[in-house]
């Protein structure tokens, strides 16, 4: 049976347990190099053996491995991910949906909020985009309009449906007088 790398550079628990909190305090991008040096020096450089062993991404253990052996440190930049939203790619839709919304808006009645009710939905913007000169390929999805109205304090409520009255039916009285 095999013993494990651990076992073999008798390095106990507590040990591990007090490297994996240490390497926890130390910010990124050091923290990815610290990384790899306790893989290097206690692992025998396995990064596979320190996602058992720690729970760390191998895939993390082998960038750092990676900018220890070249000396250079690799930079992320998270900002750049995000995808643009829609009223920030396209600003003239933000401005004909405000025209469409502040005629249909009333505040609260305690005044209490800033916010704006409206019994517009997003459905009924998405409509009035296309009446005003919008195509269809242009315009977001309606789930997008309603993100669009929900980020910008336009609280939608729902429509109340009424419901269809039933007729009722009369009971039908007899054309035959009784004569006496």
């Not at 760390?56 to 690799?74: A, D, I, K, P």
């Not at 992320?76 to 004909?96: G, N, W, Y």
């Not at 009333?106 to 459905?123: C, F, G, I, V």
Request: aromatic residues 4%; hydrophobic residues 35%.
């Amino acid at each position: 049976m095999k013993t494990s790398i651990l076992a073999q550079n008798r390095v106990p628990e507590q040990v591990v347990a007090l490297i994996s909190r240490l390497v926890d305090l130390i910010p990124w991008p050091l923290r990815r190099q610290a990384m790899a040096d306790v893989t290097i020096s206690l692992l025998k450089s396995k990064p596979r053996v320190a996602e058992d062993v720690f729970g760390w991404g191998r895939s993390t253990v082998e960038l750092g491995m990676n900018e220890l052996r070249t000396g250079l440190s690799c930079l992320h930049d998270l900002s750049t991910r995000q995808k643009p939203r829609a009223e920030e790619k396209d600003p003239e839709l933000l401005a004909d949906i405000r025209e469409i919304m502040e005629p249909h808006c009333q505040s609260e009645s305690h005044l209490r909020t800033t916010l704006l009710y409206t019994n517009m939905t997003a459905k009924a913007v998405y409509n009035a985009l296309l009446q005003k000169g919008w195509s269809e390929e242009r315009l977001p999805t309606m789930r997008t309009i309603s993100n669009i109205l929900e980020r910008h304090d336009y609280r939608l409520r729902t429509v109340a449906k009424t419901k269809v009255q039933k007729k009722r039916r009369t009971p039908m009285r007899s054309s035959k007088t009784s004569e006496r």
